[in-house]
Nanobody, 116 residues
Framework: QVQLEESGGGLVQAGGSLRLSCAAS??????YSWDWHRQAPGKEREFV??????????NYADSVKGRFTISRDSSKTTVYLQMNSLKPDDTAIYYC?????????WGQGTQVTVSS
């Protein structure tokens, strides 16, 4: 089993920044990538960003390109989402997901609220 613990959410004004963290523990071997997703009220969960296990490849949703940066630490057990120039439309619950051969694991989510 894999456990994911997210942190870093909160309330911020438009134009502000937040950094989300997602720490993994347990059976993380055979992990090949990490994702961040988000779900706004009344909307479906959507992809935000991904990073390969090596950190050499990243991808972003068009809506966050140039504003958000995904990264992971050298131990490869924590992934981050640096969010700059936040907009009210970024308000959502943010979830991290660890993707490994044999299954994917989701975090519990962390609320991000951006006020105008």
């Amino acid at each position: 089993q894999v456990q994911l613990e997210e942190s870093g959410g909160g309330l911020v004004q438009a134009g502000g920044s937040l950094r989300l963290s997602c720490a993994a523990s347990g059976r993380t071997f055979n992990t090949y990538s990490w994702d961040w997703h988000r779900q706004a009220p009344g909307k479906e969960r959507e992809f935000v960003a991904s990073i390969s296990w090596t950190g050499g490849s990243t991808n972003y949703a068009d809506s966050v390109k140039g504003r958000f940066t995904i990264s992971r630490d050298s131990s490869k057990t924590t992934v981050y989402l640096q969010m700059n120039s936040l907009k009210p439309d970024d308000t959502a619950i943010y979830y991290c997901r660890l993707n490994r051969y044999g299954g994917n694991y989701w975090g519990q989510g962390t609320q991000v609220t951006v006020s105008s």
